[in-house]
């Protein structure tokens, strides 16, 4: 949602590996990357016995020993052979990166909350990217998911476990699995149950959900088949000129005390996860950093994963030279411009270049046992102990007045104003008469939020906000992956970080480095400090738990750090379970009908051609008879819409150089009238492009109407004039 106060496999090509980089914390975002390696190592690991989910650790009845002792201990009894030239691993490594862009048309985009801002092209293409890390002597395991949406929702996560559970039985669970999203703002919405997200972007959309939930388990199904023994190394840096605070008014409000430790109101350091195997060979890279992808705006409409989504596929594209994006054998997951193009290009290029000097330099290695712990809470009824003498507890879930004002970078409607704190008779006596009042007690517990909607006590079609909510750690060794579900401030970030780390410490775990991973498992909007929840701005109005939210969250996540240390996470209680409501494809998207190309023409007809010269840093630019993008997007895993194509003189062929996950490649759709549309390709060449012959073909299917109910994809091709690339 608008930010926070803080900031294919092509088939073109053999196996592959990525680069990601991720961005899921509003404040404390973060970036995230990986690479699939091509070949696998081992099969699946099965479970020794059976076992409740929760209640795992338990049964595999590993102590949590001294790490570094039991990384020796696996090794002793697994007796693995070390080739006198291997350094040893302390872990098997698997990555695994899928397509799960979705539809790029006529489906609202997932961010700003604006009904208008609809998809009609493509930028780049969206990816899931799975990491996982497992034990070397038995079935334990962690698995962290980086997906280009905007958050993941809780439909996405219950249908992947769902999935995963079919397939693999236990091994991977809601208390080992965590999901993530970057926040690109640009991504297809509709794959939400609760109802409030059905109003801007139209109900739940089948596609939508669906490319989402398969991609994500597809990349856990490459990540898995592709296990090999590997290390991990650790680093950390500072990134300038990459963000500001978008209130700093809310930031204020803290202590100054408590301001006076930092040097800044937004987090600027930038952690890394690097991954290489046991023979040196680079695998991966994680990368946390808080930055909020909202370079591109909320008048953009081209599918795309935003400035962090840019500085993978420059990680992506250096260390996989000769191959097109989506083909790479490594996997990174990660406003100052001319336009937003330029500023997603600015701000990517800063994370990317910060990302690759740290990981080039990474040398702590991180060592030790694998556990994770997770539970379900409701956090609509938690009873916090503020003190010894003082209890409170947090609200059915509740928006306030500022939440309708918007922010700075996505600006509300009508006459509503940031920092409200109390309420307008005109709006209360209308969300009165439509959704009903709040109950005093909702509205006493919120104060001093005045509530525009009690979602909390709001029911039908179905609830419009969540009760149950996961919090969940994952530890690899020496460091701790804090899956919050939902945007940290800068403040509330660092506050969960250090209650986190100093939990570890005073459990005789020192040393731990605390991430936190934004955005994972379930929506909830924001969470702000208690001191920013009284200024009553955008992210305060939006933290639906109210004024103790965050204390909350707190002592959620230290009683899962203590359960860790102590290794006693076989005795957390797993929680009440979240629903999984029964709704189909209720969606306001219009149905697929018939296309149609104009008299004489025919789809993928050119009807305006390339010029036959251009240079470099010029647009080719070619349009066709078009069909909706939909189409193709229900026929075809990771369909590419465009490619294009260079001469070889000396084999009489065309060969592929860029495709629509390009960086430098625009596909725009416009919809006509009477089932016609047009589709314009933009190549932006870039610098340094090799002088030669070049092609642009358009890649689609159109539906053709069989009998009145009946439709049927077809699939269809153009393909423009031969233009020359000259240096002159």
């Known amino acids: 949602m608008p930010g926070p106060p803080f900031a294919t496999p092509n088939a073109l090509t053999a196996p592959a590996r990525f680069v990601r980089i991720v961005s899921p914390l509003e404040n404390h975002a973060d970036i995230i990357s990986w690479i699939p390696s091509p070949t696998g190592l081992l099969g699946p690991l099965g479970m020794s016995s059976r076992f409740q989910a929760c209640h795992f650790f338990k049964k595999a009845g590993l ?18 052979p070390i080739d006198s030239n291997e350094v040893i691993a302390n872990y ?47 079935s334990r395991r ?22 995963l559970k079919s397939k693999y039985g236990n091994l991977y669970r809601q208390d080992n699995v965590i999901l993530s999203g970057t926040h690109t703002h640009s991504g297809p919405g509709g794959y939400f149950q609760y109802t409030l997200f059905w109003i801007t972007s139209k109900g739940l959309i089948r596609p939508s959900l669906n490319a989402i939930v398969n991609g994500i388990v597809k990349s856990i199904d490459i990540a898995h088949q592709n296990m090999k023994r590997g290390r991990l190394f650790i680093n950390r840096g500072t990134v300038d000129n990459s963000q500001i605070n978008r209130s700093p008014f809310s930031y204020l409000e803290n202590p100054a005390s408590e301001r006076n430790r930092y040097s800044s109101n937004t987090d600027k350091e930038m952690v890394i996860l690097k991954m290489v195997d046991s023979n040196g060979e680079e695998l991966g890279l994680i990368s946390w950093f808080a930055v909020h992808p909202v370079s591109m705006n909320n008048t953009n409409h081209l599918v795309n994963s935003d400035n962090v989504g840019y500085a993978s596929y420059l990680f992506e594209q250096e260390k996989n030279k000769g191959m097109l994006p989506g083909e790479a054998t490594m996997c990174m997951a990660m406003g100052p411009g001319s336009d937003m193009f330029d500023s997603t290009r600015i701000i990517g290029q800063n994370i990317y270049l910060k990302a690759r000097e740290l990981y080039e330099k990474a040398s702590q290695e991180v060592k030790g046992p694998l556990s994770s712990a997770h539970q379900w809470v409701n956090m609509s009824d938690v009873s916090v102990e503020l003190n010894a003498t003082h209890t409170v507890k947090t609200c059915k879930p509740a928006l306030g007045y500022s939440f309708a004002a918007g922010t700075i970078d996505g600006v509300g409607a009508f006459n509503f104003t940031q920092g409200s704190v109390e309420g307008d008779p005109f709006w209360d006596g209308i969300r009165d008469q439509l959704l009903g009042e709040p109950s005093n007690e909702t509205k006493a517990c919120h104060k001093p939020k005045p509530i525009l909607f009690s979602t909390g006590e709001m029911t039908r079609p179905h609830p419009w906000h969540p009760d149950i909510v996961d919090v969940q750690i994952a530890a690899i060794g020496s460091l701790a992956i804090v899956a919050v579900p939902g945007e940290f401030t800068t403040m509330s ?70 359960a860790i240390a102590t290794n006693t996470v076989q005795d957390l209680p797993c929680g009440p379970e979240p629903p999984l409501f029964n709704v189909g494809n209720l969606t306001l998207v219009p149905a697929l009908a018939a296309d149609r190309a104009p008299v004489n023409k025919t789809f993928g007809d050119v009807l305006q051609e390339v010029r036959q010269q251009y240079r470099a840093r010029e647009v080719a630019e070619v349009t066709f008879v078009g069909a909706n993008p939909r189409s193709s997007a229900e026929n075809a895993t990771e369909h590419n819409f465009l490619t294009v194509e260079r001469y070889t003189r000396t084999s009489d062929s065309w060969h592929v150089v860029r495709n629509d996950a390009s960086w430098d490649t625009r596909f725009y759709w416009t919809k006509g009238l009477f089932g016609r549309s047009n589709v314009t390709i933009e190549w932006h060449i870039p610098p340094g492009t090799e002088p030669g012959v070049y092609r642009i073909r358009y ?28 240096t002159l």
């Open 493 to 562: 970030g660092r506050r969960l970080r250090e209650a986190v780390k100093r939990e570890f410490d005073s459990h005789g775990t020192a040393g731990m480095d605390v991430v936190i991973a934004g955005l994972c498992n379930v929506y909830t909007h924001y969470i702000t400090t208690y001191e920013e929840y009284q200024a009553q701005r955008y992210e305060a109005a939006s933290t639906i738990y109210g004024p103790h939210t965050l204390s909350a969250y707190i002592q959620l996540y230290r009683g899962l750090a203590k």
């Open 92 to 138: 098997l490594l698997g990555v695994g990166r899928a397509d799960c862009t979705g539809p790029v048309a006529e489906v609202p985009l997932m961010g700003y909350a604006n009904p208008d801002q609809v998809g009609s092209g493509l930028l780049t293409r969206l990816y899931s990217r799975a990491f996982i890390v497992a034990d070397l002597v038995d």
């Open 142 to 163: 962690v698995v962290f998911v980086s997906a280009d949406i905007g958050m993941v929702s809780q439909r996405v996560r219950l249908e992947v476990l769902k999935k």
């Open 699 to 726: 890649l689609g299917h159109y539906k053709k109407k069989l009998s009145v109910t009946h439709l049927v994809s077809i699939p269809f091709e153009g393909t423009s004039s031969a233009f020359e690339i000259t």
């Open 63 to 80: 102590p949590l020993l001294p790490l570094i002792l039991l990384a020796r201990v696996s090794n002793n009894l697994l007796f693995i």
